[in-house]
């Protein structure tokens, strides 16, 4: 969930500095600061366990996992954001004159929220493929079974795929890993 906390336009370097003093977590989107509320207990869970999937299937191959806390820039966008999960090749990138932000990611997914799904769906996913790295978007929703899938598969081409269903699998192509929906869904109780 995101909420908005200040209406002040901000330079990225003012961000930067409040962000590494702040006890909580932000995103800066093109000048402004937007606090990140905590999530629900299926957002949390999912991320854990697609972030579980990944680190087990990429073992000893050279990609780094990152779950919700890693910082990532977009240059073009004038953008700081937290993926819930992303893939990044080794050795990772970060951004000039920084430790603590990557810029290189191949795969971001994001558990969607009712308060995020069309940002994440529209604005975000056109920042996200402003970053050269960047080949596969997967948006997995929390309430229900359904997990979208957009792969690049040349500069300004993606192919979109859905899955709904417990048994069908999803073949990530930016990395080589393949999961169930049921898998990433598992435990999982829907509120009606």
């Known amino acids: 969930m995101i909420a908005q906390v200040q209406t002040k336009t901000y330079q990225a370097e003012e961000y930067l500095e409040l962000e590494i003093n702040s006890e909580e977590r932000h995103e800066f989107i093109n000048g402004e600061i937007i606090l990140i509320a905590g999530g629900t207990p299926n957002h949390s869970e999912i991320t854990s366990i697609l972030n579980s999937v990944l680190r087990v299937s990429l073992k000893g191959k050279p990609y780094s996992i990152f779950a919700s806390d890693q910082r990532l820039w977009v240059p073009q966008f004038n953008n700081y954001t937290y993926p819930d999960v992303m893939a990044v ?5 970060l951004q000039s004159g920084r430790t603590d932000t990557i810029t290189n990611p ?7 929220s009712k308060s995020t799904k069309a940002y994440d769906r529209d ?5 996200y493929r402003s970053i050269p790295s960047f080949q596969e978007y997967l948006l997995i929703d929390q309430y229900r079974l359904q997990v979208q899938q957009y792969s690049k598969t040349e500069a300004n081409k993606w192919i979109f795929s859905e899955y709904s269903c ?3 699998l999803v073949s990530l192509t930016s ?5 169930s929906v049921g898998d990433l869904y598992e435990n999982i109780e829907f509120s009606e």
């Open 89 to 93: 090749p080794r050795p990772i990138e």
């Open 166 to 168: 417990a048994g069908d």
């Open 175 to 179: 990395i080589s890993v393949e999961f």
């Open 123 to 127: 604005e975000k996913f056109a920042a």
């Open 106 to 112: 191949v795969l971001i997914a994001e558990v969607l």
